[in-house]
């Protein structure tokens, strides 16, 4: 069990979540994933680490309530417990990186490019940040990710904050403008591959982080394999870091609709049973 010593609530579909795991904040570094199981008939699910504290003995997670697990996670309040947390899962973000980098974050990928960046910043990389988000409730983090960052661009897809548009549309006028090292994308699928197919033509070493399917987080169950350079890898061992040049992202979005279906009829029957008043969480 693991208790919940904070809580906050980034905007109405995100929040923040800091729990009690020693053994993991000893351990954790940038880049990695945990595994996580809300209570005794939920499923597994990863989410990336946000930030850990050795000295506290915490881990802290953020998450949107998109399915039944995530909106049970983020219903949870300080004091309530987390029942298993398997990690820190997955390889961390390799050192030796130096130059000038582009961390882009899309949606609450936000989150898991932030100690990506603060990372890279601390080995001595120029680092430029750019946050999507839909609007403006769904900007988060950011002022974590200005205290660690060179440079810091926001954009909203309706314009209600920041630069009307996509990252996309600031990362070809940066990298239309000068020479970057790296660039390093954590965000929905699509965003990615935009990316990666952006910075390709441009020999931009591009860096993406997986965050698919998962079950055990060993590579064992098969859930979160992805065709890499035509060869099939799994996201949990031999990722989440990957070219994004090398990734078959068509493939990966096929997969990630696989179980869109049965997630709706769980999902439909989690909140059928709320508003009946059963007190699920």
């Known amino acids: 069990m693991h208790r919940i010593v904070r809580k906050e609530q980034l905007s109405p579909e995100i929040c923040l979540v800091e729990c009690e ?4 904040a000893a351990a954790a570094h940038a880049g990695q994933f945990v595994i996580l199981r809300i209570d005794e008939n939920g499923e597994r699910f990863p989410l990336t680490l946000y ?9 802290t997670v953020v998450c949107q309530a998109v399915g039944v697990s995530t909106k049970k996670l983020c219903a949870l309040e300080q004091g309530d417990n987390v029942l298993d947390i398997a990690g820190p899962l997955g390889h961390a973000v390799r050192s030796g990186t130096s130059g000038k980098v582009i961390c882009i974050g899309g949606g609450v990928g936000t989150a898991e ?3 990506v960046a603060r990372f890279l910043r601390e080995e001595g990389c120029d680092v430029t940040v750019i946050i999507g988000a839909r609007n403006k409730d769904m900007v988060i983090c950011e002022s974590d990710i200005r205290k660690i ?21 600031v990362l070809a006028e940066l990298v239309g403008k000068e020479r970057y090292d790296l660039v390093y994308a954590i965000g929905p699928i699509p965003m990615m591959k935009a990316v990666s197919d952006m910075t390709r033509g441009k020999g931009i070493k591009t860096m993406v982080s997986l965050n698919s399917i998962m079950i055990d987080g060993t590579g064992m169950c098969g859930g979160c394999r992805v065709m890499y350079d035509g060869e099939t890898r799994f996201a949990c061992v031999d990722g989440p870091e990957f070219d994004g040049h090398l990734v078959d992202f068509d493939d990966l979005m096929l997969r990630g609709r696989r179980y869109r279906d049965k997630e709706k009829i769980s ?15």
């Not at 960052?149 to 630069?163: E, H, I, L, P």
């Not at 999902?267 to 969480?281: A, H, N, Q, S, V």
């Open 51 to 59: 930030d850990w504290d050795r000295e506290k003995g915490t881990i």
């Open 149 to 169: 960052s060179d440079k810091v661009y926001v954009t909203t897809d309706d314009g209600t904050y920041g630069r009307k548009g996509f990252v996309t549309d």
């Open 113 to 115: 490019a932030y100690p």
């Open 267 to 281: 999902l439909d029957r989690y909140e059928k049973d709320c508003r009946i008043g059963l007190g699920l969480k």
């Open 21 to 24: 795991a020693g053994d993991l």
